[in-house]
């Protein structure tokens, strides 16, 4: 049996502060390759990230950090990485636990394995914790799996969770997340959560603005409860 | 006669959330155009429904005919969806400029070993 190739993929906006400990710490505990998606950054998150030793891919502009995961996936499928694991530039997520996330996926029996952040004394506002008890009660009834946290970034994803989401992933804020697991479930992949633990960011700025999470809640509500009408995807022919 | 009146704009306006909702599920408007034009739909038959909310309303706002009234809001809708459009070309015009520049820059190393071939 050939040992698993894994990649770690860090979507990147503006965090020339944080991302290096965050790839350093991530090569100490795992043994991967580590590949930076430099969403637009108009600071030196990319050499930053070259210089602590990860690959790096550069979108010509901002798209998001679903599109930044589809090209990271894009990248693990078309080089041969069978195992994915998504970690947040900012310092939020343990290496170590992501190892816990690995562990699941390579025992072989799960395809998607979400990292939920209520493993430790996450808080959050009453209004966004309403938005987030919602849609975790949606993904939970379709998945038929527990699921807590529908809108983490910590991730790890098994080879048939690589090949489907390499070829179509949605890129809008919040469906990355939440409309990526119903994508999954539509598939047939078997999805776990996990709890995990965090850290505090370590350097950056939030990305969310009150109008805009709003605008995009409501975008999610209709595609959540029009999903299953819906077409599939159209998937790009697969590259390899 | 009014009531046919009614019964029409009616049937126009569901039409109108239907067709948005038959290409959302096609995919093929993107979605936060489809939530636009979506809630729009949803006013539109709210105010077919609902007639004399609109007179209530433009009678408040002194506008003595309720029509003029939904006249001068289609018009503001109108506009706002133009710029938002023109907003959205521009910045898809800046993004294939960027695009178009940074494929020559890659095709350059190609194109100089072809020529020297």
């Known amino acids: 049996m050939t040992v698993p190739r894994l990649l770690v993929l860090i979507p990147c906006l503006n965090e020339e502060e944080a991302v290096g400990a965050v790839i350093q710490r991530a090569t100490a505990v795992l043994d991967a390759t580590v590949l930076v998606i430099d969403d637009g950054s108009t600071d030196g998150t990319a050499r930053v990230a070259r210089e602590n030793g990860a690959e790096v891919v550069r979108l010509p502009f901002n798209l998001g950090v679903g599109a930044a995961i589809r090209t990271g996936l894009r990248y693990a499928w078309q080089n041969g990485y069978d195992h994915v694991i998504q970690i947040d530039g900012d310092g939020q997520h343990d290496a170590d636990e992501a190892r816990k996330l690995l562990a699941a996926v390579t025992a072989g029996d799960v395809d998607l394995v979400v990292g939920s952040r209520f493993g430790s004394s996450y808080r959050v506002g009453r209004l966004r914790r309403l938005c987030m008890r919602y849609l975790a009660r949606v993904t939970t009834k379709r998945l038929r799996t527990p699921i807590t946290d529908a809108t983490s970034g910590f991730r790890a994803f098994g080879p048939r969770a690589v090949a489907l989401f390499s070829r179509s992933y949605p890129s809008d804020y919040l469906s990355d997340t939440v409309e990526a697991l119903l994508l999954a479930a539509d598939a047939g992949l078997r999805v776990v959560e996990v709890p995990t633990l965090m850290h505090p960011r370590q350097g950056g700025v939030p990305s969310a603005n009150a109008w805009r999470s709003a605008f995009h809640l409501a975008r999610l509500m209709l595609v959540i409860s029009l999903h299953r009408f819906r077409r599939p995807l159209t998937p790009r022919s697969p590259d390899r | ?117």
């Open chain 2, 1 to 117: 006669m009014k009531n046919r009146l009614d019964a029409f704009s009616i049937i126009v306006a569901v039409a109108n959330v239907a067709v948005m909702v038959e290409l959302f599920r096609r995919r093929k408007v993107r979605e936060r155009f489809a939530l636009l034009w979506i809630v729009v739909g949803l006013g539109g038959v709210i105010l077919a429904v609902a007639r004399p909310l609109l007179d209530d309303l433009s009678h408040e706002l002194g506008i003595v005919n309720g029509t003029s009234f939904l006249f001068l809001l289609a018009l503001l809708f109108l506009m706002f969806v133009c710029v938002a459009l023109s907003l959205q070309v521009s910045r898809l015009a800046e993004r294939t400029e960027i695009l178009a520049e940074e494929i020559a820059l890659m095709r350059a190393p190609t194109d100089e070993a072809n020529a020297s071939r």
